[in-house]
C-alpha cells in the first residue's frame, strides 16, 4: 500500500508541474507532451518547416539533465545498447506519427483528460486498445533481443546533446528557427521550464513511472503498481487546473485548445502509440528518460521519434485543431499494419529460434 | 536443483514475463539473473505478490535473485 501512495504522489508531482507550465505561458493542456516538444525542437532544428511548432522546449532539456545525474548518482546509469536498433527507429517513427495525429503523447492524453477535454477519453480508450493488441504479442514471445554493455561514451550522448540544445537556446543562432505565432511561441519562462522538467526527469527517472507500463502491467499480470502513478497524474492535474488555470476549464468535446474532434483517428492514432509503446518497453517519456541514464537503444527510439515528426509535418500527417488529415488517415493505416506486420514477424523468428534449440538440444 | 532463467539484458518487461512463464510451469524454486535495478523491482514485487519468497545478490552489476516457495 506504501508504494501505491507513493507512485500516487510521483504521478501527483507529474500533474502539478503540468498544470503549473500551462499557467505560465505553455499552449493549452500542453504543461508536458513530449511527442509535442521533441516535434518542436525537431522544427526549432529546421528539419521540419511548420513555422508554428518550433521551439527548443526547456523541458526536454531539463528530463535528460535530471534523469541523467540522478541516474548516475544512485547507480541506474548503465550504458547498454544493441537490442534491435533498426526496429526500434521504426516503432519510435510510427508512434511519433500516431501522436501527432491524435495531437500528443500519452502524458498529454492524460494533462488533456486533466482539464475537460473528452476526446482525450476516445484517445485513452484506443491507447489502451493498443496496449491491449500489443500484450498479445508479449504472451506469444516477442522479444528484441538482448542489450549489451557498450562503450560509456554511448551514455554521454544524450546529456551532451542536451547541453547543446541548451546553447542553441541561449544563443539563438541563425540557423535555428523559432515560431513568432502559434504553438511554437508559448512557453513558460526558460529558467522555470527548465527546472521543472528536471523535477520530472528526477521523478520518472525515480519511480520508473510509464503510461504504458501501467496499463500494461495491469492487463498482463495485474499488477495495479505504475497504473497509480497514472491515476496520480490525472487527479492532481484535475486539482492543479481548478485552481491554476480555472478559466480554461471545460469539459467538451468541442473548443479544446490543440485538440480536434475526429473520434475514429483520435481512437486509431492512439492505437498506434499504444502498441507501438508496449512493443517497444515503454512510452516516449519512458524512452527519454532510459535515453538519458546509458540506455543507446531507448535513444535510437529517441531519433525515431524526432525522424517521425520530421515526416509527419513535412508529408502533412500531423491534425490541426481543424481536424485530422487524409495524409495523416493514411498514415496511420500503414503505420498500424507495418507494427503488426513487424511484430508478427519477431514472434515467429522467436519461435523458430527456440525450435532450433531445442533440436541442438536434444540432437 | 533450481531452474535457472537468463533475462540479462532483456528490456522491460521481459524479464517479468520470463519469470511469469517459469512460474506458470509450476517451477518453484528458482534463479533468475538480471542487469539492471529496475528488473529487480518489478520482478520482487511480482513474485511476492505471488506468494513468493526472494533473495537478491549482486555481483558486478549483475543480479541473482533466488525465488521459491
Redesign the interface.
Known sequence: MADKRKMFVYGGIIGLIGAILVKFGNPGNMGICIACFWRDITGALGLHRAAVVQYIRPEIIGIIFGSFIVSYLTGDFKVRGGSSPLIRFVLGFFLMIGALVFLGCPLRMLLRIGNGDLNAIVGLLGYVFGIFVGVQFLKKGYTLGRSIEQSKIVGFIFPIFAVVLLIFLIVKPAFILFSEEGPGSMAAPVILSLVLGAVVGIVLQRSRICTAGGFRDAILIKDYHFLWGLIGILVFNLIGNLVLNFGSFKISFEGQPIAHTNHIWNFLGMTLVGLCSVLLGGCPIRQTILASQGDGDAGVTVLGLIAGAAFSHNFGLASSGTGSTTNGQIAVIIGIIAVLIIAYSVVAGAKNRSKAKEVVNNG | MAKIVDA???????P??MT?NAIDNNETDLEVLV????AV?NIT??VK?KGFNISVEENN?EFKLKINR
Open positions: 540479462r539484458g532483456r528490456s522491460c518487461p521481459e517479468v514475463i511469469k542487469d539492471t535495478n529496475v523491482e514485487r511480482f505478490s552489476g
